[in-house]
């Protein structure tokens, strides 16, 4: 423990498969303590300062919920077009801005790839990246990965497909380099020719997991342990025409997967559009709203240690 202590997390490769664990057994320990008192008092007098400027339902509120239950308190930026930024002020200066103020963590989520980088290197503040474009969104492998580890009890050795839209996706990259850490895993990636995986993710992960490109869910769905549903990233499609020609290329539900002699477990970062049926919902394997629920605990873990509380 303490090697997070006010470190920048930027990408799911800066963790280690030590920091990992320890972050997964924390995140239960405080599950349990919550559960006991509620609120805590390891975030007593520590400020996050959380800055939004793309929508965020699950990331925003967990990383909120999360630092009021260790007991710190939480400044939002607001949105965007409230702010300066409306006036033209740049990204550099926003954040130089909200630094200004001395929070004691930043959470940042926007649109431009690897900016998350830049604004690590402008703020004293750690920052947390939340998203930036279709680039990375590192706590969201760390709540997948939570989740898989809590569901199936070990993460080496597992088969996961990772499906839908591989390429204007942040998770599905940031999946991969979290599972890479860990030993002899194979990732299918399910999407057709135009989605598939970015070559950088790919190159980056390459000689540490076993990996294959499909198009189709069904020639390896009972191969996995975990099938990774995601959206297509509508606001990332060069052209509205390109999104509706892919549209509908996979779609899971219950029907489908009652095909199967064997079901893996179901994640989803979430929204979920019309690619996961609600049908899905009722079946044991469904795990996203848990995986949903268990970010609150993750995030809170990984304040406290970046923190140093
Ligand atoms: N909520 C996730 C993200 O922010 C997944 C998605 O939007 O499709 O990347």
Redesign the pocket.
């Known amino acids: 423990m303490g090697a997070l202590k006010g470190k920048d997390i930027v990408s799911a490769l800066d963790f280690r498969r030590e920091d990992v664990e320890e972050l997964f057994k924390l995140a239960d320990h405080l599950r349990e303590e919550m559960k006991d008192e509620g609120v805590l008092s390891y975030g007593k007098g520590k400020v996050l300062a959380t800055v939004f400027l793309e929508p965020?339902t699950?990331?925003r509120l967990s990383f909120t919920y999360a630092m009021i239950r260790l007991g710190g308190t939480v400044i939002d930026f607001g949105p965007e077009a409230a702010s300066s930024r409306a006036k033209g002020e740049s990204l550099e200066d926003t954040m130089l801005m909200v630094d200004g103020y001395g929070p004691d963590v930043i959470v940042l989520r926007q649109r431009t790839p690897g900016f998350a980088a830049k604004a690590a290197e402008i703020c004293k503040a750690p920052v947390i990246n939340a998203?930036d474009g279709w680039n990375e969104?590192p706590t969201?492998a760390l709540l997948d990965v939570y989740t898989i580890w809590r569901e199936l009890g070990r993460v080496d050795g597992i088969k996961v497909g990772i499906m839908g839209d591989l390429k204007y996706?942040?998770?599905p990259s940031s999946l991969s380099y979290l599972l890479s850490k860990f030993n002899n895993v194979t990732i299918y990636y399910i999407a057709p020719d135009p989605l598939q995986i970015r070559d950088e993710v790919v190159e980056k992960v390459k000689g540490k997991v076993r990996y294959y490109k499909v198009g189709r869910p069904d020639e390896v769905i009972e191969e996995l342990d975990v099938l990774y549903v995601?959206?297509l990233?509508k606001e990332r499609f060069p052209s509205p025409e390109e999104y509706e020609r892919l549209k509908g290329s996979y779609r899971i539900d219950r029907d489908f997967l009652m095909r199967f002699k064997h079901i893996p477990i179901i994640l989803h970062?979430?929204?979920r559009i019309w690619e996961l049926d609600t049908s899905v919902d009722a079946l044991p394997q469904a795990k996203y709203f848990e995986q949903a629920r268990n970010g609150m605990y993750v995030r809170a873990a990984l304040l406290k240690e970046v923190l140093g509380v």
């Open positions: 965020s699950r990331t998203g969104h969201q996706g942040r998770t995601t959206r990233q970062p979430l929204p």
